[in-house]
């Protein structure tokens, strides 16, 4: 066997499939190159905590996101843009404890990659020293390429983010849909095949028109993640908070609520204080002697 022919562990590694099929090991981003070749689709969730990635790890997610929504689902922000570097590390890396099979992608923040390659480079090796994930996630196509292709030679997995981009929601004036009309479609294209050719290994396309979510994922040779995109990207994510149904209030339309934890939460809650006030708890069961 030559050094450049892969062994019969890589050969096994990328004909397994996502689902059962790596149980010893984390996922990588050979397994997902894998999984676009025989046409598997696969999810992603964001995650955290080191309880709730855990569920999800258990699960079998594959690729879990610690996004940098966790300014609005969980810090209290409007938006992504306030959060830092310093809370991005910290939850990465409590999602890396909680769990042992996903991949764990972590988000670059606002203000963390923007000003040039070495500051991504910087930030994002903070991520893989500090916190330990498995890869990045950063947003922009043409604009973000060569920092890209310093994070890929260094050795770093970057995953991609176009269309709408959240952290540019203040130049948007919103969340709005991109991508439509022939200039936008275009553009699209072209940042999706930039990204590509810089290195990363997937591309997230965030509230694109369906049919262009799908034009793109037949031309690229890595793997896209819908959000907003269609059926027919390779993989979808949801915010867990959304997927869940914890987030109060009206959710995007690409959301679909699995389970209303919300509610859940709520009526445990009124029933502990319930037998707090009559009693009821703590009872002999509950109690030290």
């Not at 090991?25 to 689709?41: I, M, P, S």
């Not at 929504?69 to 991005?88: K, R």
């Not at 330990?132 to 890209?148: F, H, M, N, T, Y």
Request: aromatic fraction near 6%.
């Amino acid at each position: 066997m030559n050094a450049s022919s892969p062994s019969p562990a890589q050969n096994q590694a990328s004909t397994a499939t996502l689902y059962g099929g790596v149980t010893n090991r984390r996922v990588t981003v050979r397994d997902l190159a894998a999984a676009k070749q025989r046409g598997e689709k696969w999810s992603m969730l964001t995650a955290y905590d080191a309880l709730t990635a855990g569920v999800f790890d258990e699960a079998g997610t594959p690729v879990l996101l610690v996004g940098d929504s966790a300014g609005n689902c969980h810090l209290g922000y409007e938006t992504t843009v306030p959060v830092t570097m310093d809370q991005m590390v910290m939850l990465s890396a409590a999602v890396v404890r909680g769990t042992k099979r996903s991949m764990i992608v972590a988000d670059l923040p606002f203000g963390s990659y923007q000003e040039s390659p070495a500051q991504a480079m910087h930030n994002a090796a903070r991520l893989m020293k500090e916190a330990g994930v498995g890869a990045v996630k950063l947003e922009g196509g043409e604009r973000s390429a060569r920092s890209i292709e310093l994070l890929v030679e260094a050795g770093i997995p970057v995953m991609a983010h176009i269309g709408l981009t959240p952290q540019s929601v203040h130049a948007f004036g919103g969340y709005p849909v991109q991508g439509r009309g022939d200039e936008a479609a275009h553009q699209l294209l072209r940042d999706a095949k930039a990204v590509q050719q810089a290195g990363a290994f997937a591309v997230v396309l965030e509230a694109v028109p369906a049919e262009l979510a799908a034009q793109v994922t037949e031309q690229l040779a890595i793997p896209t993640v819908g959000i907003g995109g269609g059926p027919d990207t390779d993989a979808q994510v949801l915010v867990w908070t959304d997927m869940a149904g914890m987030t109060a209030g009206r959710v995007p339309k690409f959301v679909k609520q699995y389970a209303d934890l919300r509610a859940v939460l709520a009526d445990a809650a009124r029933a502990f204080a319930e037998d707090v006030r009559g009693g009821a708890f703590p009872a002999e069961e509950h109690s030290f002697h």
